[in-house]
Protein backbone atom coordinates (compact mmCIF):
# COMPACT_ATOMS: atom_id res chain seq x y z
CA UNK A 1 0.00 0.00 0.00
CA UNK A 2 1.42 3.54 -0.90
CA UNK A 3 1.19 6.85 0.08
CA UNK A 4 0.23 8.13 -3.32
CA UNK A 5 -2.71 5.49 -3.73
CA UNK A 6 -4.50 6.54 -0.08
CA UNK A 7 -4.09 10.42 -1.42
CA UNK A 8 -6.01 9.68 -4.88
CA UNK A 9 -8.37 7.54 -3.24
CA UNK A 10 -8.90 10.88 -0.84
CA UNK A 11 -8.98 13.40 -3.21
CA UNK A 12 -11.70 10.93 -5.67
CA UNK A 13 -13.80 10.67 -2.50
CA UNK A 14 -13.93 14.00 -2.00
CA UNK A 15 -14.51 15.48 -5.63
CA UNK A 16 -16.56 12.45 -6.15
CA UNK A 17 -15.19 12.41 -9.71
CA UNK A 18 -11.98 10.49 -11.31
CA UNK A 19 -11.66 13.11 -13.62
CA UNK A 20 -11.71 16.17 -11.49
CA UNK A 21 -9.44 14.20 -8.66
CA UNK A 22 -7.26 13.94 -11.88
CA UNK A 23 -6.78 17.29 -12.42
CA UNK A 24 -6.70 18.70 -9.13
CA UNK A 25 -3.71 16.43 -8.35
CA UNK A 26 -2.33 16.84 -11.64
CA UNK A 27 -2.24 13.43 -13.02
CA UNK A 28 -3.66 11.33 -15.64
CA UNK A 29 -7.18 9.89 -14.71
CA UNK A 30 -5.52 6.33 -15.99
CA UNK A 31 -3.09 7.10 -12.97
CA UNK A 32 -6.07 7.60 -10.42
CA UNK A 33 -8.42 4.80 -11.45
CA UNK A 34 -5.22 1.57 -11.48
CA UNK A 35 -4.14 3.19 -8.51
CA UNK A 36 -7.68 2.42 -6.84
CA UNK A 37 -7.75 -0.52 -8.12
CA UNK A 38 -4.94 -1.84 -7.23
CA UNK A 39 -5.76 -0.26 -3.38
CA UNK A 40 -8.84 -2.12 -3.61
CA UNK A 41 -7.44 -5.21 -4.48
CA UNK A 42 -4.74 -5.53 -1.46
CA UNK A 43 -7.76 -4.71 0.80
CA UNK A 44 -9.73 -6.84 -0.66
CA UNK A 45 -12.77 -4.66 -0.75
CA UNK A 46 -14.34 -2.73 -2.94
CA UNK A 47 -14.35 1.29 -2.17
CA UNK A 48 -16.32 2.73 -4.22
CA UNK A 49 -20.21 1.86 -5.49
CA UNK A 50 -19.43 2.46 -9.21
CA UNK A 51 -23.09 1.58 -10.69
CA UNK A 52 -24.38 5.03 -10.55
CA UNK A 53 -23.14 8.25 -12.68
CA UNK A 54 -21.26 10.05 -9.88
CA UNK A 55 -18.94 8.02 -7.72
CA UNK A 56 -20.06 7.04 -4.07
CA UNK A 57 -18.40 5.52 -1.47
CA UNK A 58 -19.61 1.72 0.00
CA UNK A 59 -19.71 1.13 3.83
CA UNK A 60 -16.70 -0.53 3.95
CA UNK A 61 -15.02 2.88 1.30
CA UNK A 62 -16.87 4.97 4.16
CA UNK A 63 -14.67 3.98 7.37
CA UNK A 64 -11.81 3.38 4.98
CA UNK A 65 -11.83 7.02 4.19
CA UNK A 66 -12.34 7.77 7.38
CA UNK A 67 -9.03 6.52 8.55
CA UNK A 68 -6.97 7.18 5.56
CA UNK A 69 -7.95 11.18 6.71
CA UNK A 70 -6.45 10.72 9.83
CA UNK A 71 -3.33 9.00 8.98
CA UNK A 72 -2.57 11.51 5.81
CA UNK A 73 -3.67 14.58 8.69
CA UNK A 74 -1.15 12.70 10.90
CA UNK A 75 1.38 12.52 8.16
CA UNK A 76 1.25 16.13 6.79
CA UNK A 77 1.57 17.12 10.23
CA UNK A 78 4.48 15.41 11.08
CA UNK A 79 6.35 16.94 8.20
CA UNK A 80 5.60 20.47 8.81
CA UNK A 81 7.06 19.59 12.73
CA UNK A 82 10.45 18.09 10.79
CA UNK A 83 10.65 20.99 8.44
CA UNK A 84 10.08 23.29 11.40
CA UNK A 85 13.25 22.14 13.07
CA UNK A 86 15.42 21.57 10.23
CA UNK A 87 14.55 25.30 8.80
CA UNK A 88 14.06 27.41 11.60
CA UNK A 89 14.12 30.87 10.11
CA UNK A 90 11.88 29.77 6.62
CA UNK A 91 7.74 29.12 6.56
CA UNK A 92 5.15 29.28 4.25
CA UNK A 93 1.75 30.29 5.40
CA UNK A 94 -1.49 30.20 2.93
CA UNK A 95 -4.20 32.28 3.80
CA UNK A 96 -7.89 32.65 2.10
CA UNK A 97 -9.46 35.96 2.13
CA UNK A 98 -13.23 36.51 0.90
CA UNK A 99 -12.56 39.09 -2.08
CA UNK A 100 -14.58 41.53 -0.22
CA UNK A 101 -11.97 41.93 2.34
CA UNK A 102 -9.02 40.64 0.61
CA UNK A 103 -8.08 44.37 -0.65
CA UNK A 104 -9.18 46.20 2.83
CA UNK A 105 -7.06 44.01 5.04
CA UNK A 106 -4.27 43.20 2.63
CA UNK A 107 -2.33 47.26 3.51
CA UNK A 108 -3.40 47.24 7.40
CA UNK A 109 -2.30 43.60 8.05
CA UNK A 110 -0.36 42.06 5.90
CA UNK A 111 2.09 44.51 5.11
CA UNK A 112 3.29 45.32 8.42
CA UNK A 113 3.07 41.32 9.72
CA UNK A 114 5.74 40.66 6.09
CA UNK A 115 7.82 43.73 7.51
CA UNK A 116 8.16 42.47 11.08
CA UNK A 117 8.35 38.70 9.32
CA UNK A 118 9.88 38.98 6.10
CA UNK A 119 11.55 35.48 5.96
CA UNK A 120 8.61 34.26 5.60
CA UNK A 121 6.64 33.67 2.82
CA UNK A 122 2.56 34.75 2.60
CA UNK A 123 0.60 32.72 0.02
CA UNK A 124 -3.05 34.77 -0.18
CA UNK A 125 -5.85 32.60 -1.75
CA UNK A 126 -9.20 34.29 -2.02
CA UNK A 127 -12.27 32.45 -1.91
CA UNK A 128 -15.78 33.28 -0.26
CA UNK A 129 -15.77 32.69 3.82
CA UNK A 130 -18.08 29.79 3.02
CA UNK A 131 -15.64 27.80 0.54
CA UNK A 132 -12.67 29.30 2.58
CA UNK A 133 -13.85 27.55 5.37
CA UNK A 134 -14.24 24.03 3.48
CA UNK A 135 -10.62 24.49 2.45
CA UNK A 136 -9.76 25.22 6.14
CA UNK A 137 -11.77 21.78 6.76
CA UNK A 138 -9.76 19.63 3.78
CA UNK A 139 -6.16 21.27 5.44
CA UNK A 140 -5.89 23.20 2.04
CA UNK A 141 -5.36 26.54 3.94
CA UNK A 142 -3.31 27.33 6.82
CA UNK A 143 -6.17 30.26 8.02
CA UNK A 144 -9.04 31.82 6.76
CA UNK A 145 -9.82 35.44 7.74
CA UNK A 146 -13.59 35.07 7.31
CA UNK A 147 -17.05 35.75 8.34
CA UNK A 148 -16.93 33.65 11.51
CA UNK A 149 -20.16 31.44 11.46
CA UNK A 150 -22.58 30.89 14.42
CA UNK A 151 -21.05 26.98 15.15
CA UNK A 152 -17.62 26.03 14.16
CA UNK A 153 -16.40 22.74 16.16
CA UNK A 154 -13.37 22.10 13.93
CA UNK A 155 -12.02 25.94 13.83
CA UNK A 156 -10.12 27.38 16.06
CA UNK A 157 -11.63 31.52 16.04
CA UNK A 158 -9.64 34.58 16.88
CA UNK A 159 -12.70 37.41 16.22
CA UNK A 160 -11.36 40.43 14.71
CA UNK A 161 -14.04 42.86 14.54
CA UNK A 162 -17.88 43.25 14.32
CA UNK A 163 -19.48 44.48 10.71
CA UNK A 164 -23.37 45.41 9.87
CA UNK A 165 -24.48 44.14 6.81
CA UNK A 166 -25.83 47.29 4.67
CA UNK A 167 -27.87 48.03 1.57
CA UNK A 168 -25.47 49.70 -1.09
CA UNK A 169 -27.77 52.33 -3.40
CA UNK A 170 -27.18 55.09 -5.57
CA UNK A 171 -26.89 58.48 -4.54
CA UNK A 172 -30.04 59.79 -6.49
CA UNK A 173 -32.27 56.38 -5.50
CA UNK A 174 -35.63 57.41 -4.06
CA UNK A 175 -34.64 54.92 -1.22
CA UNK A 176 -31.04 57.11 -0.47
CA UNK A 177 -32.49 59.27 1.98
CA UNK A 178 -34.38 56.86 4.26
CA UNK A 179 -32.85 56.00 7.40
CA UNK A 180 -33.12 52.19 6.57
CA UNK A 181 -34.54 49.92 4.47
CA UNK A 182 -36.93 46.78 4.78
CA UNK A 183 -36.22 43.98 2.95
CA UNK A 184 -39.90 44.50 1.12
CA UNK A 185 -38.23 47.71 0.07
CA UNK A 186 -36.01 45.90 -2.02
CA UNK A 187 -38.17 43.41 -3.51
CA UNK A 188 -38.17 44.20 -7.65
CA UNK A 189 -35.04 46.15 -7.97
CA UNK A 190 -31.96 45.17 -9.16
CA UNK A 191 -29.61 43.65 -6.97
CA UNK A 192 -25.97 42.75 -7.62
CA UNK A 193 -24.91 39.85 -5.60
CA UNK A 194 -21.36 38.23 -4.84
CA UNK A 195 -21.18 34.68 -6.13
CA UNK A 196 -21.29 31.71 -4.88
CA UNK A 197 -19.21 31.01 -2.21
CA UNK A 198 -19.70 33.97 -0.32
CA UNK A 199 -21.51 33.73 3.87
CA UNK A 200 -23.06 37.48 3.13
CA UNK A 201 -24.79 36.39 -0.14
CA UNK A 202 -25.74 33.12 1.44
CA UNK A 203 -27.00 35.20 4.74
CA UNK A 204 -29.01 37.93 2.84
CA UNK A 205 -30.72 34.89 0.22
CA UNK A 206 -32.03 33.15 3.43
CA UNK A 207 -33.00 35.86 5.16
CA UNK A 208 -35.17 36.97 2.26
CA UNK A 209 -36.89 34.01 1.33
CA UNK A 210 -37.60 34.13 5.24
CA UNK A 211 -39.28 37.13 4.51
CA UNK A 212 -41.30 36.18 1.12
CA UNK A 213 -39.20 38.43 -1.08
CA UNK A 214 -37.94 37.52 -4.15
CA UNK A 215 -34.55 38.71 -5.16
CA UNK A 216 -34.19 39.92 -8.66
CA UNK A 217 -30.26 39.27 -9.30
CA UNK A 218 -29.19 41.00 -12.37
CA UNK A 219 -25.34 40.62 -12.18
CA UNK A 220 -22.73 38.42 -9.82
CA UNK A 221 -19.11 39.24 -9.57
CA UNK A 222 -16.70 39.36 -6.25
CA UNK A 223 -14.78 42.30 -7.10
CA UNK A 224 -16.57 44.37 -4.43
CA UNK A 225 -14.54 47.37 -6.52
CA UNK A 226 -16.57 46.60 -9.58
CA UNK A 227 -19.72 45.77 -7.19
CA UNK A 228 -19.48 49.36 -5.97
CA UNK A 229 -19.16 50.99 -9.20
CA UNK A 230 -21.87 49.34 -10.79
CA UNK A 231 -24.27 50.54 -7.90
CA UNK A 232 -22.69 54.22 -8.10
CA UNK A 233 -23.92 53.87 -12.09
CA UNK A 234 -27.20 52.93 -10.84
CA UNK A 235 -27.36 49.34 -12.32
CA UNK A 236 -28.74 47.75 -9.07
CA UNK A 237 -28.38 48.23 -5.15
CA UNK A 238 -25.68 45.26 -3.39
CA UNK A 239 -25.61 44.03 0.14
CA UNK A 240 -22.43 44.55 1.51
CA UNK A 241 -20.40 44.98 4.90
CA UNK A 242 -20.51 48.31 6.61
CA UNK A 243 -16.83 48.79 6.87
CA UNK A 244 -16.13 48.67 3.66
CA UNK A 245 -18.48 50.05 1.76
CA UNK A 246 -19.17 53.70 4.09
CA UNK A 247 -16.44 55.56 2.39
CA UNK A 248 -17.92 54.45 -1.17
CA UNK A 249 -18.04 57.14 -4.16
CA UNK A 250 -21.66 57.90 -5.17
CA UNK A 251 -23.47 55.46 -3.22
CA UNK A 252 -25.69 55.66 0.01
CA UNK A 253 -25.10 53.05 2.35
CA UNK A 254 -28.43 51.78 4.50
CA UNK A 255 -28.56 49.52 7.39
CA UNK A 256 -31.71 47.19 7.20
CA UNK A 257 -34.78 47.72 9.20
CA UNK A 258 -33.54 44.67 11.39
CA UNK A 259 -29.83 44.78 11.67
CA UNK A 260 -28.23 41.96 10.56
CA UNK A 261 -24.37 41.97 12.31
CA UNK A 262 -21.27 39.84 11.95
CA UNK A 263 -18.39 39.15 13.37
CA UNK A 264 -14.85 38.83 11.18
CA UNK A 265 -11.57 36.37 12.23
CA UNK A 266 -8.94 34.74 12.23
CA UNK A 267 -9.74 31.03 11.34
CA UNK A 268 -7.68 27.77 11.33
CA UNK A 269 -8.58 23.80 12.12
CA UNK A 270 -8.41 22.91 15.32
CA UNK A 271 -6.33 19.63 16.66
CA UNK A 272 -3.43 20.68 13.61
CA UNK A 273 -0.33 20.64 14.64
CA UNK A 274 0.55 24.63 13.74
CA UNK A 275 3.81 25.09 12.68
CA UNK A 276 6.12 27.72 14.06
CA UNK A 277 5.47 30.42 10.54
CA UNK A 278 1.84 29.95 11.11
CA UNK A 279 1.72 30.54 15.55
CA UNK A 280 3.86 33.53 14.28
CA UNK A 281 0.88 35.05 12.36
CA UNK A 282 -1.58 34.18 15.20
CA UNK A 283 0.78 35.74 18.03
CA UNK A 284 1.11 38.60 15.63
CA UNK A 285 -3.26 39.26 15.18
CA UNK A 286 -3.14 38.47 18.95
CA UNK A 287 -0.19 41.22 19.74
CA UNK A 288 -1.78 43.82 17.19
CA UNK A 289 -5.48 43.34 18.93
CA UNK A 290 -4.11 43.57 23.11
CA UNK A 291 -2.26 46.88 21.58
CA UNK A 292 -5.36 48.30 20.03
CA UNK A 293 -7.50 47.64 23.02
CA UNK A 294 -11.69 48.06 22.50
CA UNK A 295 -10.39 49.42 18.43
CA UNK A 296 -11.00 46.83 15.89
CA UNK A 297 -8.13 46.06 14.02
CA UNK A 298 -9.49 45.75 10.70
Not at 90 to 114: E, R, V
Not at 236 to 241: H, T
Amino acid sequence: MELRQLEYFQMASRLKNITRAAERLRVSQPNITVAIKKLESELGIQLFDRSQKQLSLTPEGAVFLERVEVALRNIQDAVLEVNDYKQLQKGTIKIGIPPMMGAYLFPKIFSSFQRRYSHLDVYLHEEGSVAIREQLERDELDFGIIIIPESSPNLQLLPMTRSQIVCCVPEDSELAERKAVTLQDIEGRNLIMLKEGSFLRQTMLQKMKAAGVSPNIVLESNQVVTIMGLVASGVGDAFLLDMIAREAHGIRTLPLAAPVYVDVGLAWKRDRYISRAAQSFIDFARDTLSHKGNTPIL
